[in-house]
């Protein structure tokens, strides 16, 4: 399932994100999110991020992502000459 969704141009996508703690909202901490993802939508993080607003505590501050293709779709090449021994 992970390979389909590689060659269906999903990357590798890493968030960096900063919330304000609950308890001390002056202090700010982090979380890494990682996860296939397209770029440059990024869909599957905007729903986590929804998610995150919408059901924990933690105010966002902000995000700062990366995303790298890791499978590309091969070139198949045939080969010119073919020789047995």
Known sequence: MELVRQLKS??????EIL???PDHP??????IWQDLDLSPE??????FLD?????LEGRLHSVRV?????VHPG???TPT???LH
């Open 75 to 77: 070139n198949v090449r």
């Open 10 to 15: 999903y990357r590798l996508t890493t968030a």
């Open 19 to 21: 919330y304000h703690m």
């Open 81 to 83: 000459e073919l020789r």
């Open 26 to 31: 002056q202090l700010l901490q982090s979380y």
């Open 51 to 55: 998610f995150w607003h919408s059901s």
């Open 66 to 70: 990366a995303s790298c293709g890791i």
């Open 42 to 47: 990024f869909p599957v993080l905007r729903k």
